[in-house]
């Protein structure tokens, strides 16, 4: 997939990746891998919560905190997750290995899956510097592929894509 | 009948589109690619995507639960 046409017309896209929940690492890497599959140059740059994606291990999760929206499909219905509920011990365990199962049976890929497609793909990553800084992280624990970088390596892209997006 | 043919049952968004792209790429620029999906979306993505790629989209049918496309690789 790595052939990028190298036309004037080369279409480019940046994401910024800020959130590292199970359900919110999707809509960066599937625009991503999309993006690339149609000839766009792609861009990600993950920072704060959404650096941990880059980790070698992923075990990502879903909090039911917060998500009055979330209702997960259960014998026909839909099971809201209001607050309280969150209190339970274990709760975010189980709505995580409910959607992790529900994944599986719908075909969905995985973010491992999507990651790896990704690379394979030539979409660029940038690792920001501060966020790896901050909540210390060393490029030894990140999958090989990105880049480390700041602010200024993102705008340099940004400026002169036709499509940013932050997620 | 294509030259290539992608079995993508099953598969939600985006791997029919995925797989369609990586599969492409091994079909010679003239060739066709027929691709099955279950996926309702890939009716509309697949003709996106052909229209940005620069592929032509030959056919477009359904057949009971079974989306079935034939893709000319041009782009």
């Known amino acids: 997939m790595a052939e990028g046409n190298g036309a004037a017309n080369q279409k480019t896209m ?37 650096l941990p994606l880059l980790l070698k291990k992923l075990n990502l999760k879903i909090s039911t905190l917060g998500n009055p929206a979330m209702k997960m499909p259960m014998m026909g219905m839909h099971m809201a997750m209001p607050n309280w509920v ?39 990553m940038i690792a920001c510097q501060m966020t790896m800084d901050l909540f210390e992280y060393k490029m030894e624990d990140m999958i090989k592929g990105p880049i480390l970088g700041g602010a200024a390596t993102y705008m340099e892209n940004a400026l002169k894509s036709n499509v940013n997006l932050y997620i | 009948m294509a030259d290539k043919m992608l079995d993508a049952k099953g598969l939600n968004c985006p791997l029919p589109i995925l797989k369609t792209k990586k599969m492409l790429n091994e079909v010679p620029r003239g060739g066709t690619l027929e691709v099955l999906a279950t996926d309702p979306g890939s009716v509309a993505d697949m003709a996106s995507f052909c229209r940005t790629t620069g592929n032509e989209l030959v056919e477009s049918t359904k057949d009971g639960d079974v989306f079935r496309f034939v893709i000319k690789h041009v782009g």
């Open chain 1, 86 to 124: 969150s209190a339970i011990p274990g709760i975010d365990s189980m709505a995580t290995s409910m959607m992790k199962n529900m994944i599986k049976k719908k075909g969905v890929a995985s973010i491992e899956e999507l990651r790896e497609m990704a690379l394979e793909a030539d979409v660029k």
């Open chain 1, 14 to 50: 940046t994401i910024i990746v800020t959130k590292g929940t199970l359900d919110w690492a999707y809509p960066p890497f599937i625009l991503a891998t999309t993006a690339a599959a149609m000839g766009v140059d792609t861009t990600m740059f993950f920072t704060f919560y959404g």
